[in-house]
């Protein structure tokens, strides 16, 4: 928390530790990016019913929240599933941080017509905190760490960046 870690920096941590270090220094080059440009239409298409956007500290932004206490993060595909459930559960550790327990995480992916249900474990918690650990010192780095995601490099929007 002292470090201001962001979802999104957890998010990018488990999808590519250098894709998380340009996020950190602030190189963005996200904008023309196709897939980039899919995933914000369909954030504006869909669930128009709720509130959207939550920011809390401007830490954390909720994509939105149903009154039952249900945080949702939407994603279009499961390509890395993972980031998004790890992303989610630092949602909920970082409310429980701040004293707001009993938020139940979901992710929908409204492309594919699901919704995953997530939970925060005591064991999840020390996790986090190993997580934030080592994302406080891939920010600190002066050069981006060597990490390659093949799997996902080719529709990165860094990959000019990193390969040409
Ligand atoms: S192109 Fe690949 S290595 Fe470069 S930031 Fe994107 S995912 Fe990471």
Redesign the pocket.
């Known amino acids: 928390m002292k470090e201001n870690i962001t979802g999104m920096m957890v998010y990018y941590y488990f ?5 998380l270090w ?1 996020f950190c220094h602030e190189i963005t080059m996200e904008t023309e990016n196709e897939d980039v440009l899919l995933g914000k239409l369909l954030d504006e298409s869909s669930y128009k019913k709720n509130d959207k956007h939550i920011s809390i500290d401007q830490i954390i932004n909720i994509d939105f929240m149903k009154e039952c206490g249900e945080l949702h993060e939407v994603k279009k595909s499961k390509s890395v599933e993972e980031a998004g459930i790890w992303q989610m559960k630092y949602y909920l550790y970082y409310l429980q941080q701040r004293g707001v327990t009993g938020m139940k995480g979901k992710i929908d992916y409204p492309l594919l017509k699901k919704t995953m249900s997530v939970e925060l474990t005591d064991e999840d918690c020390g996790e986090i905190e190993k997580i934030i650990c080592e994302i406080t010192q891939i920010k600190k780095r002066n050069i ?1 760490p060597d ?4 799997k ?2 080719k529709k ?4 000019d ?3 040409i």
Not at 147 to 150: E, M, Q, S, W, Y
Not at 156 to 159: D, K, L, T
Request: aromatic letters at 20%; proline letters at 5%; glycine letters at 0%.
């Open positions: 999808v590519c530790k250098r894709k340009y981006p990490d390659c995601n093949k996902i490099c990165c929007a860094y990959y960046l990193c390969f």
